[in-house]
């Protein structure tokens, strides 16, 4: 009888314990140094002014590729990496937006504008088990800066398994160079 309450109590007590505190299931967060989301650590309010810098990506990023007869999908885990390469200037990323296969707005992953300090690096995970861009999904990120001569470096890593093999490759991102950009520029500004 003893044993039974001495076992039921440190039950109770665990539970408790794990209560206040549930595991995160962002791995953003989860595999972030410090447990914070790295998009809201690095969030600012804008400079004044139109930049002289200022660029969208297209970044390809795939969710799942096909595999074989018997498992027609790989589900694979993504990372977009936004790299400043410049020694002495800030970018500033004013829109991260996701867009599924049929080119169809998916979700925001920004709120507000970023800035990247001077050869900073933010990396956002895509879960594995998110299939909402599914095979041809992909970013437009909008990049700018008060210097005209930096050069981000943006691209998505993939990640999975089949069979008993992991693989990765990953994709660059491109500019793009359409009419429609500056719209994208002049809705943001805060």
Do not use: W
Not at 50 to 76: R, W
Not at 134 to 143: L, T
Not at 168 to 177: L, Y
């Amino acid at each position: 009888m003893k044993t039974a309450l001495l076992l039921t109590s440190s039950l109770l007590i665990s539970l408790g314990l794990t209560a206040c505190n549930p595991p995160e299931k962002d791995p953003n967060i989860l595999y972030n140094d410090d447990h914070k989301d790295p998009i809201k650590k690095l969030e600012v309010d804008m400079p004044k002014g139109n930049m002289p810098y200022q660029h969208l990506f297209y970044v390809p990023v795939y969710s799942n590729i096909y595999g074989d007869e018997e498992s027609t999908k790989v589900m694979l885990s993504a990372t977009l990496s936004i790299r400043n390469t410049s020694l002495d200037n800030s970018l500033y990323v004013t829109r991260i937006d996701y867009y599924n296969t049929q080119g169809d707005y998916v979700r925001p992953y920004l709120n507000k504008s970023i800035e990247l300090p001077p050869m900073g690096t933010l990396n956002y995970i895509v879960k594995k088990n998110d299939d909402t861009g599914g095979d041809g999904a992909n970013f437009v990120v909008a990049i700018e800066s008060e210097a005209q001569n930096v050069s981000p470096l943006i691209e998505s890593i993939m990640v999975g398994t089949f069979s008993n093999k992991a693989f990765s490759f990953s994709s660059k991102g491109v500019i793009i160079e359409d009419s429609a950009k500056d719209g994208y520029f002049n809705s943001t500004k805060q």
